[in-house]
Nanobody, 122 residues
Framework: QVQLVESGGGLVQSGGSLRLSCAAS????????MGWYRQAPGKQREWVAG????????NYADSVKGRFLISRDDAKNTLFLQMNSLRPEDTAVYYC???????????????WGQGTQVTVSS
């Protein structure tokens, strides 16, 4: 069984930084494209950033471009999100998502983590 576990969230003042991690474990053959999403109270979940399977292509939502950096460490099956210059509007639960090829089923499916809370105070 495949699991994604996020960590690194917390409370930070406006202008501060946080680094989120998402560790994948279980019967993994390969991690394909991965990404971060967030959901603020009363709002729909929105895409924040994505990285390709090779790690060479990274894309960002306009709202975080220039402030957030997505990266991956395939040796550790881990996805990161470095968040700088945080703003109160970045407050949300952050979720990682990954397309993972399962060793047991040999199928590639999307998996989600449980989420980590990020709160930015003004």
């Amino acid at each position: 069984q495949v699991q994604l576990v996020e960590s690194g969230g917390g409370l930070v003042q406006s202008g501060g930084s946080l680094r989120l991690s998402c560790a994948a474990s279980g019967s993994i053959v390969r991690l394909n494209a991965m990404g971060w999403y967030r959901q603020a109270p009363g709002k729909q979940r929105e895409w924040v950033a994505g990285v390709s399977t090779s790690g060479t292509t990274r894309n960002y939502a306009d709202s975080v471009k220039g402030r957030f950096l997505i990266s991956r460490d395939d040796a550790k099956n881990t996805l990161f999100l470095q968040m700088n210059s945080l703003r109160p509007e970045d407050t949300a639960v952050y979720y990682c998502n990954a397309m993972i090829r399962d060793r047991t089923t040999l199928k590639t499916s999307p998996y989600w983590g449980q989420g980590t809370q990020v709160t930015v105070s003004s």
